[in-house]
């Protein structure tokens, strides 16, 4: 871990406000999903993009700029920023909200996301669930916590769940090559479904123990959530097994595993 990045970690000061910044980024979330109108617009792929997915954006780049002036910052909401990614070593990589559709669905599924990437891995993750009011914080050298706007962090580890294993498998994405992959597990196996990045989240928990994703996302879709998981006891691989990088030439992720650590 370089000092830059460390220095973040251990300067509790900058530590404390990065964790308010991502309270007020869900604060205006929730503003916008709590309204009679969330100005709901489609992208150039169709994917759709509201009031709060721009409000928390624009929150969190303000206070980054603010907090760590010499980062740059790539974010979903800013599309020319993406080549940031590719040549700097360290930066901030921001989905401002993961789960837009199930926040237009007003399920409650949706996050808030934050990573640090250094060295094409993510050294720390951010990831806020508005409606839930909590706050998940971690890295692979930062042993990741929960917390409540009124409670105190508590750390979290994965704990596997004897003669069964729990597979993360989204209805919207439950393809054939995610059957097969859960087919070929063998024994107990029990499906528990959880919307956007809320799906690491379940490892990190102990909640789950595996989310094949063999289908299409993009690095800001994983990151934070990818730290926090590797400071619960979790990994995240290529279905090939290889390492899971990012700052990649293409935004979009192949295919990964996510599962708790042998």
């Not at 992208?43 to 409000?55: F, I, Q, R, W």
């Not at 990589?93 to 399920?107: Q, S, V």
């Amino acid at each position: 871990m370089s000092q830059q990045a460390q220095q973040i970690i251990s300067n509790k000061e900058v530590f404390t406000a990065l964790k308010e910044l991502m309270w007020q980024a869900g604060d205006v979330i929730l503003e916008v999903y709590n309204s009679e109108d969330f100005g709901t617009a489609a992208k150039g792929d169709d994917s759709p993009v509201t009031k709060a997915d721009l409000a928390a954006h624009h929150v969190l780049v303000e206070g980054l700029k603010r907090l760590t002036p010499d980062i740059p910052v790539v974010s979903e909401e800013d599309p020319e920023s993406v080549d940031v990614g590719r040549t700097a070593k360290l930066y901030w990589l921001i989905d401002p909200l993961d789960g837009t559709k199930e926040f237009i669905k007003r399920n409650g599924e949706f996050t808030c996301n934050l990573a640090l990437i250094e060295n094409k891995l993510p050294t720390l993750g951010f990831v806020g669930i508005p409606a839930a009011s909590e706050l998940f914080v971690g890295g692979k050298e930062s042993p990741s916590t929960r917390e409540t706007r009124n409670s105190a962090p508590q750390q979290i580890h994965h704990t596997a769940k004897p003669g069964i294993t729990r597979v993360v498998a989204s209805k919207s994405h439950l393809n054939d090559e995610t059957r097969a992959f859960i087919d070929g597990i063998g024994g107990k196996v029990e499906l528990v479904q959880a919307g956007s990045s809320l799906k690491f989240l379940k490892i990190a928990t102990g909640e789950a123990d595996i989310y094949p994703r063999l289908a299409p996302t993009c690095e800001w879709d994983t990151a934070a959530a990818h730290a926090v998981l590797d400071g619960a006891g979790g990994e995240v691989r290529q279905a090939n097994g290889e390492r899971f990088r990012y700052g990649k030439k293409e935004i979009l992720n192949p295919h990964f595993i996510a599962k708790a650590r042998n």
